[in-house]
């Protein structure tokens, strides 16, 4: 049954609200960056200018951060992915109906705690008398400093985006059917060979998505590296909240906010246009 006119904008209504919002938002945010800090009054001054934009564009510790975040992000992106494909991929084809619900408990037990709770869980985990250098102890070996770090950083993203990249690959996977897999390997071509030139290919859009929404989040993640890092690591998030709240330059901060929102929906949309319109699932019409 074609759905009509009416009943499809009535159905996308909620998420053009939702969009709206957004929209409404990033416009305010860009009205507020467009505000020098009077600091006699420690105000904003009424008039426009591009000041907050020329002073965080200006200063090489903007771009470190910069930088720091998307090498994070893409590092993150990267490990998630080569994580996440063989999870999904064995939930998807496993035979054992046991073995598919334990690891859908698995991947959804997750989203019952908080980013932050997980994050102060790593703490403890990760601390210099936490469970992992009790271990270590325990066979004769050193004590070790795990926490506030950068790589620690990124081990409590990759950790927490992981039921994500899952979500988002299994229905690209079980929209491949086992016999194709099975014909590769019937024509005499091995495994990997099936896994690289045939699964790879047809998963793809499921790739793409799930890199571009793990990127995204891990581009704008605050609550590990503030955690994990203990403000040693920071990422364009804290320098954001650092803005904002540790200095009171609330014009400073939304042009911060605006530079990082502007430069990841250009990458995103340069990986759109790179990998086509079918990554979204839509067929151009004929």
Known sequence: ????????????????????????????????????????????????????????LGRPVTWRILLRTFAGASLVTLATLVLAFPYAYLLVRTPSAAVRKALLVALFLPFFIGQVVRAYGWLIILGREGLANAVLTGLGLPAQDMLFSYGTVLFGLVQYMLPFAVLLLIPALAAIPQDIERASEGLGAPWPSTFLFVLLPLAGPGLIGASVVVFTLTLTDFAMPEILGGGTQDFFASAIYDAFFQISNSGQGAALAIVLTGVGSLIVAAIFVAAGTGTLGFRSAR
């Open 1 to 56: 049954m074609r759905l009509t006119r009416p009943t499809g904008w009535l159905l996308l209504a909620p998420a053009l609200l939702l969009t709206g919002v957004l929209l409404i938002g990033l416009g305010h945010m860009l009205e507020l960056s467009l505000h020098e800090l009077d600091l006699a009054t420690y105000r904003l001054k009424a008039e426009y200018t591009l000041a907050n934009y020329e002073t965080v």
